[in-house]
């Protein structure tokens, strides 16, 4: 798949099949004005168009959804072997090619593999490299023309292109390590199933059935035969996300998967091969997870043959890739589809506080200040003010404080600093804290909880909030 979304406005099954191939999100739509919705809406990379609507109906259409000049989407028409206008015709009101019959429908693939048509544009360089360093990082959408990035395609290549299984990739939060894990895939065997799961996001008991799947009866609940992601994947890849949160137990089995390169359902008795690429993530130091018996040395090993490291934006090498980020965003974002369209630059010195900020959450963090801006641009360019970083970093980016700190103030700010004041005002002491500010001890630890305040030098841990919670407590009457 080279697309990011495609918009179908026909009803030949073939159509629909080949657009599901090449684009991420495909949208169908049963008439021209439903389809004018969703385009103006989505911004998608290509629109398929029926030839049946005819040719005046069809240049209308491309007239009310034909509003960004920034950004190319391409138009596509398939008719019959008969189809009642010439490509002349078609080419004169902005379709990009009119395919003729279902012999040359699969022209779509190579439209869309070899055209690229939706990459955004600007005048000075409407080319991919604007946003991307070369074709591989064009192709699986990593934004960025950074020597780190470069250094990271070239790692995914290397990997892909070779025998190993498994592949670790290690990266903070938001660095964009799912987009590595799909890279790898898709320069692999990209006709192949990726089934990707969250290992954080289930118990232990729950991520063993979704890995290996079980049997009918195995436990309590089963009431059928469970294919597992490692089965589901087939030859194709699982995708391991945060692997340093699997619980230990697990990691052995998964150890015995790697090395066996066979498992058994929960419950069953029958080993089945695994044939798919494993492709692991961590957000953490794996190493010092190690030492802390936290995660298994010899299933580090087994992951650590050649492990992708991705650079978090606060590191030097990647500070140029901030602003080639920010604009990125700033074309391809859906959030407002009207809106977007108004919106054409970022100022100087927004760019300037973007450059500045140390972007703990990274690119998805970056991406969320962005669509932010958007939302709150009342002009066609993003300035400073609609930029809503913390005010601190704001002051280090060069802006005014006191702006700064007038348009970071929000009712929960002041909440939050108000309780902590108030905390730190009786020493911590939360009945007296709570009495300060006329609430029950109940709606303070619900409050201390909600914002985490940490009285300095202790850990969350050491606040046994869940133990407070169920104290029993009365309402405090303040005069």
């Given at each position: ?96 090619c009119c395919l003729h019959g279902p012999q ?252 500045r900020h140390s972007w703990p959450g990274n ?117």
């Amino acid at each position: 798949m080279s697309l990011r979304r495609v918009v179908v406005v026909s009803n030949k099954p073939e159509i629909r099949e080949i657009a599901q191939e090449i684009a991420h999100e495909v949208f169908m739509a049963d008439d021209l004005a439903e389809a004018t919705e969703i385009v103006n809406a989505v911004m998608p990379d290509m629109t398929i168009l029926d030839a049946a609507f005819g040719l005046q109906a069809i240049r209308e259409f491309l007239q009310k959804t034909d509003k960004d000049p920034g950004r190319l989407c391409v138009s596509v028409v398939v008719g019959s072997d008969t189809t009642a206008f010439s490509d002349e015709e078609y080419e004169n009101i902005g379709i990009f090619c009119c395919l003729h019959g279902p012999q040359e429908y699969g022209r779509l693939r190579d439209v869309a593999a070899h055209g690229n048509p939706g990459t955004p544009q600007t005048e000075t360089a409407p080319g991919n490299d604007v946003w991307f360093i070369d074709d591989t990082a064009a192709a699986f959408g990593m934004v960025g023309r950074s020597d780190a990035v470069g250094e990271t395609i070239e790692m995914i290549r290397l990997v892909a292109q070779s025998r190993c299984n498994p592949i670790l990739i290690l990266g903070e939060t938001g660095t964009g390590k799912e987009l590595a894990a799909r890279a790898i895939h898709g320069i692999r065997h990209p006709d192949r199933p990726f089934v990707a799961v969250n290992c954080a996001a289930l118990t232990a008991t729950l991520l063993e059935s979704e890995l290996f799947g079980h049997v009918k009866g195995s436990f309590t609940g089963a009431d059928r035969d469970k294919t597992g992601l490692l089965e589901l994947a087939g030859e194709g890849t699982l995708f391991l996300d945060e692997i340093s949160e699997m619980p230990l137990d697990l990691q052995a089995k998964l150890l015995r998967v790697l090395q066996e390169r066979t498992f058994r359902k929960v419950g069953g008795v029958r080993d089945l091969v695994c044939e798919a690429t494993i492709i692991t993530s961590s957000n953490r130091n794996l190493r010092k997870d190690v030492d802390e018996k936290r995660f298994r040395q010899d299933l580090y090993y087994r992951l650590n043959i050649c492990p992708i490291t991705l650079a978090p934006l606060r590191f030097p090498e990647r500070r140029d890739d901030i602003t080639v980020l920010a604009e990125y965003f700033l074309r391809t974002s859906t959030i407002r589809g009207e809106k977007q369209t108004k919106i054409v630059s970022i100022t100087g010195l927004a760019l300037e506080a973007l450059s500045r900020h140390s972007w703990p959450g990274n690119v998805r963090e970056l991406r969320n200040v962005i669509e932010r801006a958007i939302l709150l641009e009342t002009t066609n360019t993003i300035g400073l003010n609609s930029i809503r970083i913390e005010a601190e970093e704001m002051q280090e980016a060069g802006g005014d404080p006191l702006r700064s700190r007038i348009r970071d103030f929000s009712l929960e700010k002041a909440e939050r600093e108000l309780i902590a004041r108030a905390l730190h005002e009786t020493g911590w002491q939360k009945t007296q804290a709570a009495s300060l500010l006329g609430i029950t001890r109940a709606t303070l630890y619900a409050k201390v909880k909600q914002y985490n305040i940490q009285k300095e030098g202790a850990r969350h841990s050491d606040i046994d909030l869940e133990a407070c919670c169920a104290a029993p407590c009365e309402p405090v009457s303040v005069s």
